[in-house]
C-alpha cells in the first residue's frame, strides 16, 4: 500500500471553529489532492498540488484553503466550518509525470461539524 | 473530463467472471479510462486503465471498443473481497468520479 496517512481519522467540531486536516505521504511523490465524500455526490475535488507551493482548486473548493510548504504534507483548512462541510475527506497522492490519474488515496477523515 | 455511464449495481457468483460496462460516448483522444473502486468506508483503490488498447494487471483486464465509446472491466474470477463500488472514469487534466457501480459478489 502507497504511504499515506490522514490526520486526525474522525473529528468532531462546532460551527464557527477552524480546522486542518493533514495528508502526509512517505512516497516523495509529486501530486497531492484532496476530496471529499458525500452520499449522491460521489467524489470531489476539492483542491490538488502538483509541487511545493503549487496549488490548484478543484470542484468545490469554496469555503476550503490548502497548503503545501514540503512535498511530504499537504494541509487542508477550513477557515470557519459549516454543517455543510460535514463529509469524508481523502487525500490522494500520485506519482508518475506522464499519468498523473493513477491515484492512491488515504484512509480518510470523517468530520463531523454541529 | 467525458462523462461515463455506468449501470446502478450488479451481481456476480463467486469463482464467475464479473464483467463491468461503462459508456463514455464523449471521449476525447487524448483522454484515458480509469477505473477504481471502493470497499465500503475506505479510500478508493486505482485498479487499471488504458488509451485505446486493452490492458491486463493481476487486478483486472480492460477491453476498450475500437471506437473508444465504451470500455468493460473483468475481474476474471471474482471473490467476496472484491464486493465494491467501481468507478470508471475518463479524463485528462482532473477525474472526475460519478456514482458507479456496485458490484455484489454472492456465494
Known amino acids: 500500500d502507497a504511504g499515506i496517512t490522514q490526520s486526525p481519522r474522525h473529528k468532531v467540531t462546532e460551527t464557527g471553529t477552524p480546522v486542518t486536516l493533514r495528508c502526509h505521504q512517505t512516497?516523495?511523490?509529486?501530486?497531492m489532492y484532496w476530496y471529499r465524500q458525500d452520499p449522491g455526490h460521489g467524489l470531489r475535488l476539492i483542491h490538488y498540488?502538483?509541487?511545493?507551493?503549487?496549488?490548484d482548486k478543484g470542484e468545490v473548493s469554496d469555503g476550503y484553503s490548502v497548503s503545501r510548504s514540503k512535498t511530504e504534507d499537504f494541509l487542508l483548512t477550513l477557515e470557519s466550518a459549516t454543517s455543510s462541510q460535514t463529509s469524508v475527506y481523502f487525500c490522494?497522492?500520485?506519482?508518475?509525470?506522464?499519468?498523473?490519474?493513477?491515484?492512491?488515496f488515504g484512509p480518510g477523515t470523517r468530520l463531523t461539524v454541529t | 473530463d467525458a462523462k461515463t455511464t455506468q449501470p446502478p449495481s450488479m451481481d456476480c457468483a463467486e469463482g464467475r467472471a464479473a464483467n463491468l460496462p461503462c459508456n463514455h460516448s464523449?471521449?476525447?483522444?487524448?483522454?484515458?479510462v480509469y477505473w477504481y473502486r471502493q470497499i465500503h468506508s475506505q479510500g478508493p483503490q486505482y485498479i487499471i486503465h488504458?488509451?485505446?488498447n486493452n490492458e491486463t494487471n493481476e487486478m483486472a483486464s480492460l477491453i476498450i471498443t475500437e471506437d473508444r465509446k465504451s470500455s468493460t472491466l473483468i475481474l476474471p474470477h471474482a471473490t467476496l473481497r472484491d464486493t465494491a463500488v467501481y468507478y470508471c472514469?475518463?479524463?485528462?487534466?482532473?477525474?472526475?468520479f460519478g456514482k458507479g457501480t456496485m458490484l455484489l459478489v454472492s456465494p
Open positions: 464523449t471521449i476525447s483522444g487524448n483522454e484515458y
Open positions: 498540488s502538483y509541487g511545493v507551493k503549487d496549488t
Open positions: 472514469l475518463a479524463g485528462y487534466s482532473t477525474l472526475t
Open positions: 488504458g488509451l485505446k
Open positions: 490522494a497522492i500520485s506519482g508518475a509525470e506522464t499519468d498523473p490519474y493513477e491515484q492512491y
Open positions: 512516497e516523495n511523490h509529486r501530486y
